[in-house]
């Protein structure tokens, strides 16, 4: 009875660690990361349904350094494996960013309390899931690697695949209709039967069954309160003619240019870049005139950057960067020859 109740006290002194431990950084971000700058407010030429807070052009990055983080572990385990990269990096990397995107967002108002629950909500989780994989594959997963030696198994291949396609489908798609069910079905059927091989197997195939339940009750979640928008409204002005792009509809002419509605997330940065190239240059997005873009170079810092951090696995770097609605497209067109790389522009 007294061993029982020692590992009982263990087990909750563990528990209320690792929670303080989940908490600590959402406390850090709430008292030592607030702006000191005033907030100027825009009469915006939309009407307000078209709307959405400007704040949010800042509040989008954390979801999105999620993203850059499976890319970045997807380019480790290209040529690497697991260990080899940097989890703390990854999770300091998300608190950190969020400091810094916190303290510039009081130049664009108040963040609302909603949209800090989700972040704080998707930080805390990706926080526990990165350091739940750090501490197996930095133990049992380095041991694994260190009895296979230096040729890779096949599931080494197979899980650095399926880490790619998962980034690229975070690209547009939300991470819960990812289907893990399959990627834990595809590892155990191409699995050798090697000592490494059973071990992925096993190892990813429940980290992949675990993913598929939690998916599976957010996707509910989700579709009782309602997705998110997948359009927005934007004004615009240029040619004479407005060139015909797929998936954006023109909702009339006003006396500030053209209003149009477009789709959002990856594909709007793909075609305010095709705009920019066509000389169309932006007014107003979704009632707002700034907006954030990332860009990559090989220099740590970029002038004017709110926050820089290296990549893993690249050996460049990515800077966040604010700007005037109506410099956005000139700003695109200058990325060229300039040593930045446009990587996404952070709608709202």
Same mark, same amino acid.
């Given at each position: 009875?007294?061993?029982?109740?020692?590992?009982?006290?263990?087990? /909750?002194?563990?528990?209320?660690?690792?929670?303080?431990?989940? /908490?600590?950084?959402?406390?850090?971000?709430?008292?030592?990361?607030?702006?000191?700058?005033?907030?100027?407010?825009?009469?915006?030429?939309?009407?307000?349904?078209?709307?959405?807070?400007?704040?949010?052009?800042?509040?989008?990055?954390?979801?999105?350094?999620?993203?850059?983080?499976?890319?970045?572990?997807?380019?480790?385990?290209?040529?690497?494996?697991?260990?080899?990269?940097?989890?703390?990096?990854?999770?300091?990397?998300?608190?950190?960013?969020?400091?810094?995107?916190?303290?510039?967002?009081?130049?664009?108002?108040?963040?609302?309390?909603?949209?800090?629950?989700?972040?704080?909500?998707?930080?805390? =989780?990706?926080?526990?899931?990165?350091?739940?994989?750090?501490?197996?594959?930095?133990?049992?997963?380095?041991?694994?690697?260190?009895?296979?030696?230096?040729?890779?198994?096949?599931?080494?291949?197979?899980?650095?695949?399926?880490?790619?396609?998962?980034?690229?489908?975070?690209?547009?798609?939300?991470?819960?209709?990812?289907?893990?069910?399959?990627?834990?079905?595809?590892?155990?059927?191409? =699995?050798?039967?090697?000592?490494?091989?059973?071990?992925?197997?096993?190892?990813?195939?429940?980290?992949?069954?675990?993913?598929?339940?939690?998916?599976?009750?957010?996707?509910?979640? /989700?579709?009782?309160?309602?997705?998110?928008?997948?359009?927005?409204?934007?004004?615009?002005?240029?040619?004479?003619?407005?060139?015909?792009?797929?998936?954006?509809?023109?909702?009339?002419?006003?006396?500030?240019?053209?209003?149009?509605?477009?789709?959002?997330?990856?594909?709007?940065?793909?075609?305010?870049?095709?705009?920019?190239?066509?000389?169309?240059?932006?007014?107003?997005?979704?009632?707002?005139?700034?907006?954030?873009?990332?860009?990559?170079?090989?220099?740590?810092?970029?002038?004017?950057?709110?926050?820089?951090?290296?990549?893993?696995?690249?050996?460049?770097?990515?800077?966040?960067?604010?700007?005037? /609605?109506?410099?956005?497209?000139?700003?695109?067109?200058?990325?060229?020859?300039?040593?930045?790389?446009?990587?996404?522009?952070?709608?709202?």
């Amino acid at each position: 009875m007294r061993f029982l109740l020692r590992w009982m006290r263990r087990l /909750v002194l563990l528990i209320v660690v690792g929670a303080i431990c989940l /908490v600590a950084p959402i406390v850090y971000v709430e008292t030592s990361c607030k702006g000191t700058a005033q907030f100027q407010p825009y009469d915006a030429l939309l009407p307000p349904e078209h709307h959405r807070p400007e704040t949010r052009t800042l509040m989008t990055y954390p979801e999105w350094h999620i993203v850059h983080a499976y890319e970045d572990y997807a380019e480790v385990l290209r040529q690497g494996d697991p260990h080899d990269y940097g989890f703390w990096q990854g999770i300091t990397g998300f608190w950190s960013s969020l400091c810094a995107l916190s303290q510039s967002a009081s130049a664009h108002g108040e963040v609302d309390a909603a949209t800090k629950q989700m972040v704080y909500v998707i930080g805390t =989780s990706f926080t526990a899931e990165l350091a739940l994989k750090a501490a197996y594959e930095e133990t049992l997963g380095r041991l694994f690697t260190a009895l296979r030696g230096p040729q890779r198994a096949p599931l080494d291949d197979l899980s650095a695949q399926q880490a790619a396609e998962y980034a690229q489908f975070l690209q547009q798609v939300p991470w819960y209709k990812w289907p893990f069910a399959e990627n834990a079905h595809d590892l155990l059927s191409q =699995s050798s039967g090697s000592l490494r091989d059973s071990e992925r197997a096993i190892a990813l195939g429940f980290e992949n069954t675990v993913k598929d339940g939690y998916a599976g009750l957010i996707e509910q979640a /989700v579709a009782r309160v309602g997705a998110d928008e997948l359009t927005l409204r934007m004004i615009v002005t240029g040619p004479e003619t407005l060139p015909t792009y797929p998936d954006v509809q023109v909702i009339g002419s006003r006396p500030e240019g053209i209003e149009i509605e477009t789709p959002r997330y990856r594909v709007l940065t793909n075609l305010l870049v095709e705009m920019a190239r066509d000389g169309v240059d932006l007014v107003e997005i979704a009632g707002n005139d700034d907006i954030m873009f990332t860009a990559l170079s090989d220099q740590p810092t970029e002038e004017g950057a709110v926050f820089s951090a290296p990549r893993q696995g690249f050996g460049d770097y990515r800077h966040l960067i604010v700007v005037k /609605v109506p410099q956005l497209a000139e700003r695109l067109r200058q990325l060229e020859g300039s040593g930045l790389t446009l990587e996404h522009i952070h709608d709202y």
